[in-house]
């Protein structure tokens, strides 16, 4: 039962109260039906760096992109004008919003629906970036297959060239900070100063065959470029190149190919975030009346990229 004096809504569950704006309970999860008030129902998010499972509404562009849709957007996925435009104005596939559960992720596709969206729900579970792709260290074309060597197996696995579904060529960043950081007392503040700072940037080519589990992430370094016969060069950047021209032109014509990941990487942040993990000493006395400690920072946007490249093969895939 609703009020106006109360703006409120009983679970039909465990009947406690819920603000008119939820999707679900916020305290058993069960889905609140308020007839009438479906445009002003929020549904449940997740944010980027939640380690839930959720549920991805990706974009199918295009669309166009007037100031009313975006700001259903903006509302929809709690993001800023700013970032909504950035993600509609994306060439592929995108994550508008990652739902806390199925019955969120439905009620954002039909409000979406409503502004002209098209979109595609797809989960955690189907997305699995927990599960790194098999890597591959070595490639073989023996005729109309193409050989898959990685470093722990001692047979290749097997791919006819013609079942090849999608290449996605991409960029994986890391960077590592080290710093100090004093504990505050009662006459100093808590300070952090940056020790060491190293950024890295790794090519990579992710190939996919007919199932997830043919997954193969190909990295430009620790890789053996003898595929390439005599054009193989010295350096890894130029071979890694080649070897996405030498892909390519080995493939068949209904193989999907997608370049669109550093254009859309930082537009994709809000949503599917970078992975952020710390390490840190115990404390110690750094002089009279001061106590710091050193900590190594690790970020990199592997993940991010595994969710949008298995994202394209759920996508392109036929049905």
Partial sequence: MTTAKTSTVACPKCGRLNGLHRATCLFCGQPLLIPGQESQVLPSLREADDIEPGYNVIFLPPVLSTPEVVEEVATVGRLTPEQAERLLASPSPVPIARAATSHDAVLLTQRLAQSGLRTVVLSDRQLSPLHPPRRARALVSVGEYLEVWGSETTTPIRLPWKDISLLVFGLLRFR????????????????????????????????????????????????????????????????????GDWLLASVSAPTVVNRDFRTVAQ?????????????RQPFKRAGIGKVSAEMTEYVDNDRQFTCFARSLFFIARPA
């Fill in 176 to 243: 590592q900070v080290l710093a100090r950081e004093s504990m505050a007392t009662r006459r100093t503040k808590a300070e952090r100063e940056e020790l060491l700072t190293n950024d890295e940037e790794v090519p990579v080519i992710d190939l996919f065959g007919p199932t997830l589990a043919t997954h193969i992430r190909i990295r430009a370094d620790g890789f053996d470029y003898s595929c390439l016969g005599p054009r193989r060069g010295l350096l890894a950047a130029e071979n890694h190149v080649r070897l």
């Fill in 267 to 279: 537009a994709i942040e809000p949503i599917w975030g970078l992975t952020k993990t710390k390490s």
